[in-house]
């Protein structure tokens, strides 16, 4: 038994030597890690690090407004007419439910869906005070009720127009409830009126080939006094301008 324990006893000192001989092999080859440096203390102050600046959401701008619509009626019973080119009219209006009431205690109930809506085209030209039967000619152009404007077809440059909104009864009669302003369809060529205060500038060009000095000559001014038969051409003191000297 005594040899036993010491056998245990030589066994454990032999793998401590062991174990003491390997770790010795092991780091006998190593050196110490240098120290690094130490970084100098900074003369700089202290900074603060700034977060990321985010800019602010705008706020949501609301959509504009539509403009506000004009209105299609005004409750007011008019008629208006316009010339549009030398060959057509243009005409609108508004009827209120007034005007049809009364024309119903006119001519009786039901009489407004009994007649039919026309447009009374007259030629006034020349006409100071039309009064409604005393026009060149006219000539109904039918229409429907729903209808507030309409192009109107002339095809008479420089003449003068008026129109009557009405409705012809079964019987033929023709009511009218509304008249319009006189248009005038302009001229499709050149107008033929000369204007008399310019013709006498005419002479004046024609006399200027038969001189060789300008027309701030008074020998002139008196012979174009003489043959114009005015006192006064507004030209004296005037200097020739260089289109107006005669071969010079």
């Known amino acids: 038994m005594f040899y036993f324990w010491l056998f245990l006893l030589g066994l454990g000192i032999l793998i401590l030597a062991l174990g003491f001989w390997l770790w010795f092999t092991k780091h006998r080859g190593e050196k110490p890690a240098p120290e690094l440096p130490q970084p100098a203390p900074s003369s700089l102050?202290?900074?603060?690090?700034?977060?990321?600046?985010?800019?602010?959401?705008?706020?949501?701008?609301?959509?504009?407004?539509?403009?506000?619509?004009?209105?299609?009626?005004y409750g007011e019973d008019r008629l208006v007419l316009l010339a549009r080119d030398p060959y057509w009219l243009f005409a609108y209006w508004e009827l209120s439910a007034t005007k049809q009431?009364?024309?119903?205690?006119?001519?009786?109930?039901?009489?407004?869906?009994?007649?039919?809506?026309?447009?009374?085209?007259?030629?006034?030209?020349?006409?100071?005070?039309?009064?409604?039967?005393?026009?060149?000619?006219?000539?109904?152009?039918?229409?429907?009720?729903?209808?507030?404007?309409?192009?109107?077809?002339?095809?008479?440059p420089n003449r003068t127009f008026c129109v009557d909104l009405g409705r012809i009864l079964p019987s033929?009669?023709?009511?009218?409830?509304?008249?319009?302003?006189?248009?005038?369809t302009p001229r499709a060529s050149l107008s033929e009126c000369l204007d008399e205060?310019?013709?006498?500038?005419?002479?004046?060009?024609?006399?200027?080939?038969?001189?060789?000095?300008?027309?701030?000559?008074?020998?002139?001014?008196?012979?174009l006094k003489a043959r114009l038969g005015r006192e006064k051409l507004g030209l004296e003191?005037?200097?020739?301008?260089?289109?107006m000297e005669g071969g010079k």
């Open 172 to 184: 033929g009669t023709f009511v009218p409830l509304l008249r319009s302003n006189p248009a005038h």
């Open 101 to 156: 009431e009364k024309f119903e205690e006119i001519h009786g109930s039901g009489s407004w869906k009994a007649s039919r809506p026309v447009l009374r085209l007259y030629d006034v030209t020349g006409i100071e005070d039309f009064q409604g039967y005393n026009a060149h000619y006219f000539v109904d152009i039918p229409i429907n009720d729903e209808a507030d404007n309409w192009y109107i077809e002339v095809g008479k």
């Open 45 to 73: 102050p202290d900074m603060e690090i700034g977060t990321e600046i985010v800019p602010p959401i705008p706020a949501k701008i609301p959509a504009p407004s539509p403009p506000p619509e004009l209105p299609r009626r």
């Open 237 to 243: 003191g005037a200097s020739p301008a260089p289109w």
């Open 197 to 223: 205060e310019w013709l006498w500038l005419e002479e004046i060009y024609r006399s200027l080939y038969k001189y060789q000095f300008g027309l701030g000559s008074p020998l002139i001014l008196e012979e």
